[in-house]
């Protein structure tokens, strides 16, 4: 793997997965494998969960660890090519990227879609000028349009459960991703990538509900079956993955939703006491309840804690290959 942007750079699904949760298991089993070696995490926009799981995971194999806030303490970068930079920007990519290069062996950015401009947050611009002009390996910390370490994360998750004693033999679990309200617009990151990972994953019914207009790009969904009847697509689900997302399609909006989704224990009543999931951070009594978050079959602390062996093996697949 020379870089970790979506599933498409995943040359084996099954050997990553498996990996994680043997990092997992054995958390310092590679404890050597990055050592004298340098790890980079930029941070264009906030996180909690990301960037202490990266750093820990980092830690794990061995690598030094260097964070930098680019919004808050990095100079204002400028991205668009051949730009007249007498304006707000002071350092174009072209120059702070290769610099960045030459400090670290991998690294790792974070940076959310402007939800303006369409064309330039699907295009990727802001990452693909980091993977341009660094010359080293590239991790996604959540780009414009995905969130492939949450991803990882998530598939390895329904695979913990999946693969224990309570589990009936031979049963492909029904995975539904559902629209959740929210306050502000959210970009679709988190929901393109869990579709584009469930689906390349293959071993699930996969079902994405959501309010009319909100649909998700085609391009991640492809596969999976659409409905905007929530009730109906909850029913016999084994697992109900949570999330808001603005419109694709008016992009960046939030149309109209008449009906109140945010999920609750009575709406689970027909699932098959599906286990909930969320990448957090979330809004409590808005996107779900308290009831459900705080309830038995919820997943999402084992979820949190699941991003450090994602993490770790992303990092040591790109040290094995490079
Ligand atoms: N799920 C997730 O990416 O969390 P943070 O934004 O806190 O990193």
Known sequence: MKQFISVNDVADLDAL???????????????????????????????????ISTQLAAKNLGMETIVFNVDKEGWALEFVEGAVMNGTT?????????????YFDILCIRTFPSLQNREADYAETIISQFIKYTGVPVISLESATLHP???LTDIITMMEVVG???????KKPSIVLTWAPHIKPLPQCVANSFAQWVNAWGEADFVITHPEGYELDEQFTNGAIILHDQSEALKDADFVYVKNWSSFNEYGSMPEVKENWMLTEEKLKNSNAAKVMHCLPVRRNVELSDEVLDGDNSLVTQQGANRVWAAQAVIAEIIKNN
């Open 17 to 51: 997965m498996q990996e994680a949760l043997a990092y997992k298991a054995d958390p310092l089993k590679d404890a050597a494998l990055g050592t004298g070696k340098k790890i980079g995490l930029l941070f264009l926009n906030p996180s909690l969960r990301t960037r």
């Open 90 to 102: 002071v350092e174009h990519i072209r120059d702070a990227a290769p610099v960045l290069g030459s």
């Open 149 to 151: 370490l949450q991803s």
């Open 164 to 170: 224990s004693r309570e589990w009936p033999v031979g």
